[in-house]
């Protein structure tokens, strides 16, 4: 039997919501919906958490979530509503090892960067950014209820709870070289390796608009167990570790490169969704965990959330 969403009026409840990833955004708005008072509070200037992307450059790069999914009706509603013809598809396909097409059900970017999402579908909401919690109890003085949205490791110390929960890290790397659609990179958009030191790498230059004139931009996303290898580095050293292989793939002359910059997600995705324990009075957690680590998911979980749960505590 499916869930009986719930929607009891909240009007009069003051909520707090920790993160302005994709979670805190579809759940903030959802509680909005059903009367109640939210505050978004996030620790960053911009929002959208691990949906990222970041001006460099004079390129406007997606170092975090490449792409998002659109499956579910819902998810593609919220995101059409809020940004229209900005959603762009991307056409070239991602290849396996062997070359070969993998399956598209549709993989969708924001023309200005995927972070743009993120801020589009939270207009209108009551966000305090640069705002970092350390402790999420020491919020219920101001607030009925406090939500978590910050990966479960993080949450779990904001609540006081011992609980461990693997969370997978991900170093990510982005290559500038001089030149238009140089190696391989026209007619395919990505390369997926699982498994590999090199899982993934993409062509920024499929993103239309993004690049700057005059150059070809590749971000590798590095397998698990490289990445854990290599966690500790400075982000600086992490190009110098993957160049030469993502040359390598994508053909591309060592010459031609231009800058780099690397980035570190200690905290980057779940295998298996977490089963929460029980969380004390009014103390509340949400987030992709809880399903897959995909954009549509964690704001699926975020959604459902804002509809099922009845803050009766
Ligand atoms: C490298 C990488 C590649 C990915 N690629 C894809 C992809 O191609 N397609 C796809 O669909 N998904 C992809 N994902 C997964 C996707 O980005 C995530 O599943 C999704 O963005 C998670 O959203 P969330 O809201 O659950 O968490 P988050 O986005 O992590 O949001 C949590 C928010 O909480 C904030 N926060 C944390 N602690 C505090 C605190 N103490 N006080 C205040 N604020 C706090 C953070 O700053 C953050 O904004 C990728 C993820 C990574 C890391």
Redesign the pocket.
């Known amino acids: 039997m499916g869930v009986v969403p719930c929607m009891n009026d909240l009007s009069g409840k003051r909520i707090a919501i920790?993160?302005?990833?994709?979670?805190?955004?579809?759940a903030a708005r959802g509680l909005v919906q059903r009367g109640a008072a939210v505050t978004l509070?996030?620790?960053?200037r911009?929002?959208?958490?691990?949906?990222?992307s970041k001006r460099w450059e004079g390129h406007v790069i997606?170092?975090?979530?490449?792409?998002?999914?659109m499956r579910d009706e819902r998810f593609r509603e919220a995101a059409t509503a809020a940004c229209g013809d900005a959603l762009v598809r991307l056409e070239k396909p991602v290849r396996d090892e062997n070359g070969r097409e993998l399956p598209d059900s549709g993989?969708w970017i924001h023309r200005d960067g995927?972070s743009r999402l993120?801020r589009e579908l939270a207009k209108g909401i009551e966000i305090r950014s640069e705002?970092?919690?350390?402790d999420?109890r020491t919020l219920l003085a101001e607030f009925d209820h406090v939500v978590?949205?910050?990966?479960w490791p993080?949450?779990a110390?904001?609540f006081g709870i011992e609980h461990a929960f693997d969370h997978i890290p991900?170093l990510?790397v982005a290559l500038a070289y001089h030149g238009e659609w140089i190696g391989r990179t026209r007619e395919t958009y990505a390369f997926s390796h699982p498994g590999t030191a090199l899982a993934?790498t993409a062509c920024e230059n499929h993103k239309p608009g993004r690049i700057a004139p005059g150059f070809t931009v590749l971000v590798a996303?590095l397998g698990e167990a490289f990445s854990r290898e290599h966690l500790e580095k400075p982000p600086a050293e992490y190009p110098a570790l993957v160049r030469s292989m993502v040359e390598e793939r994508w053909e591309i002359p060592a010459e031609a490169f231009a800058g780099a910059f690397g980035?570190r997600?200690r905290?980057?995705?779940v295998d298996a969704p977490l089963i929460a324990p029980a969380l004390p009075p009014r103390l509340h957690f949400?987030?992709?965990?809880l399903r897959?680590?995909?954009?549509?998911?964690?704001?699926l979980?975020?959604h459902e959330f804002a509809q099922n749960t009845s803050f009766e505590s």
Do not use: M
Not at 46 to 52: K, L, P, S, V
Not at 62 to 69: C, N
Not at 131 to 134: H, M, S
Not at 293 to 299: H, I, M, P, Y
């Open positions: 920790i993160g302005a990833g994709l979670a805190g955004i579809a509070l996030e620790k960053s911009g929002f959208g958490g691990r949906c990222a997606d170092h975090g979530a490449q792409y998002f999914t993989r995927n993120a705002c970092q919690i350390d999420a978590s949205t910050a990966p993080q949450t110390r904001l991900c990510a993934w996303h980035h997600w905290l980057a995705r949400v987030g992709d965990a897959r680590s995909r954009v549509e998911d964690a704001w979980a975020g």
